[in-house]
């Protein structure tokens, strides 16, 4: 956490520094000092912000992809005379432990077009989830565990 | 150029807000409902800010687009949950086409125990 606000700051001098004060500056500020603190770092601890950004980036493409597929699905759902959908509520035991992991899953299932989070049970161990689509053949919980949760637990820890 | 992507991200964004319109309308319950409205919606609204940043192309404006987009994800899925939660537990009826239903199995088996 404190490398990541180092590497802000590095950024927003590298920006005011740059007579252009625009997003493409501050991003390229932004890759040059996380270049500075990769190599100035070595050896010391406080390596895992390195390893963390790695996986955050995997994980926004990750989700942005997840995102648009499933919103073309809903949208072909909504234009077609005959909508194909199954929906109902499943019951996913999760992995997540902390109030803030269950709070990002719950909400990133919820942000994804065909499933709402419904309810977590009283001993935060279920999350309940309303999936639009439940095909005969897949298992949905075994999709979310091994997809979305293994991705936040990927980035949270 | 700006223009352009500006079009082409207003274009997408209210083509998704219609679709999350047409979706309330026709979709057969209110879970399914709030599936088209909440995220069809999000992403409309978030393209058509995006199309403003494109065309201003200034860190002013980039900057209170950041903000509004995130603070779209951040509050819509809060509502949709407390909506969803509110819905299911004064009792309104999943949709006749329903395939499966696990919390009506866990909430019987809560309740049919005795409280200790």
């Known amino acids: ?157 | 150029m700006n223009e352009i992507v500006s079009a082409v991200c207003m274009i997408l964004g209210t083509f998704f807000s219609l679709i999350a319109a047409i979706g309330v309308v026709r979709f057969p319950d209110l879970y399914l409902r709030m599936a088209a409205g909440t995220k069809a919606g999000t992403l409309g609204a978030g393209l058509n800010l995006l199309a403003v940043a494109a065309y201003y192309n200034n860190i002013e404006v980039t900057t209170k687009v950041m903000a509004a987009i995130l603070f779209f994800i951040i509050t819509a899925p809060v509502g949709a949950h407390m909506i969803g939660r509110a819905a299911y537990l004064t009792g309104v009826k999943l949709w006749s086409g329903s395939v499966r239903d696990d919390l009506k199995r866990d909430l019987k088996i809560l309740r049919e125990k005795p409280k200790s």
């Open chain 1, 1 to 157: 956490m404190q490398l990541f606000l180092w590497n802000m700051l590095l950024a927003f001098i590298y920006a005011a520094i740059s007579d252009n004060f625009t997003p493409p500056s501050f991003a390229f500020g932004f890759l040059i000092g996380y270049v500075v603190l990769l190599v100035s770092t070595r050896g010391t601890k406080s390596r895992k912000y390195f390893g963390g950004l790695k996986h955050l980036i995997s994980f926004l493409f990750y989700y942005l992809g997840e995102f648009f597929a499933a919103s073309l699905r809903v949208t072909w759902d909504v234009i077609s005379p005959k909508p194909k959908m199954r929906p109902g509520i499943i019951a996913v035991p999760m992995d997540c432990n902390t109030a803030g992991e269950i709070n990002l899953l719950a909400n990133l299932i919820t942000l994804t077009p065909g499933g709402i989070s419904i309810e977590v049970s009283e001993d935060q161990k279920t999350l309940y989830v309303h999936e639009m689509y439940l095909e005969p053949g897949k298992d949905p919980v075994k999709a979310i565990k091994e997809g979305l949760e293994r991705k936040v637990l990927q980035v949270m820890r």
